[in-house]
């Protein structure tokens, strides 16, 4: 088989990750099994997401998505995909004070000591997140550690690492796309979107 046919073979593998992992999910339910139910749920998109790292790491910078070729990040993407549509599944994590931190960790995420996540977060991109000690992160914050558009040369994909200084406040709503920066100390509003390397500086910043 040549490299073109390997490329599409392991695409096609990954497209179907969250089906194998519901089927998973659904047989050891059906065994009565809590401790395979945990695994199929946590341990088995972690187990993918390293699996894949190991042949294709994720990079960053500028990707085409709509070329014959493999893109890692949308095969990672594939693997939490579950947990991105079932936000519930890692909520019940930050009921316990360091688990969730512990979670993201595993991914690849640097996060800093004493990190305080509120129940409605969402990380989409697991390990492109670096957050120092004593973030508060408010209600519904969102961190996606990529962005697609359409552009002249194709479908194009931009993924970096959102950085988040330490004891800085994040508020309720509060949205951060690619290669973001907040600096140490610094407040963000509510509702504030901070776009694609974007910077939040240390000044805090009062709304109106």
Same mark, same amino acid.
């Given at each position: 088989?040549?490299?073109?046919?390997?490329?599409?073979?392991?695409s096609w593998l990954f497209a179907f990750f969250p089906a194998l992992q519901l089927a998973a999910i659904a047989a050891s339910l059906a065994a009565g099994s809590l401790g395979w139910t945990l695994l199929a749920v946590y341990g088995l998109p972690l187990a993918a997401f390293h699996a894949l790292r190991l042949v294709a790491p994720v990079r960053e910078g500028v990707g085409?998505?709509?070329?014959?070729?493999?893109?890692?990040?949308?095969?990672?993407?594939?693997?939490?995909?579950l947990l991105n549509a079932v936000?519930?599944?890692?909520?019940?994590?930050?009921?316990?004070?360091?688990?969730?931190?512990?979670?993201?960790?595993?991914w690849g995420s640097r996060v800093g000591a004493g990190v305080y996540w509120t129940p409605a977060v969402?990380?989409?991109?697991?390990?492109?997140?670096?957050?120092?000690?004593?973030?508060i992160v408010g209600a519904k914050?969102?961190?996606? +550690?990529? &962005?697609?558009? $359409? *552009?002249?040369?194709?479908?194009?994909?931009?993924?970096?690492?959102?950085?988040?200084?330490?004891? !800085?406040?994040?508020?309720?709503?509060?949205?951060?796309?690619? +290669?973001? &920066?907040?600096? $140490? *100390?610094?407040?963000?509003?509510?509702n504030t979107d901070v776009n694609p390397n974007g910077?939040?500086? !240390?000044?805090?910043?009062?709304?109106g």
């Open positions: 088989m040549d490299g073109a046919g390997r490329v599409t073979l392991l085409y998505l709509d070329r014959a070729e493999f893109v890692p990040w949308w095969a990672a993407h594939q693997t939490q995909a936000p519930q599944l890692e909520a019940l994590l930050r009921l316990v004070p360091g688990v969730y931190s512990a979670w993201l960790r595993l969402e990380v989409l991109d697991r390990d492109r997140l670096e957050l120092g000690d004593r973030v914050a969102v961190f996606c +550690g990529h &962005v697609i558009k $359409p *552009g002249k040369r194709g479908l194009m994909l931009y993924v970096k690492t959102i950085s988040i200084g330490e004891r !800085a406040f994040l508020s309720a709503s509060t949205r951060f796309g690619p +290669g973001a &920066v907040v600096e $140490p *100390g610094a407040t963000v509003p509510l910077r939040v500086p !240390a000044e805090e910043i009062h709304v």
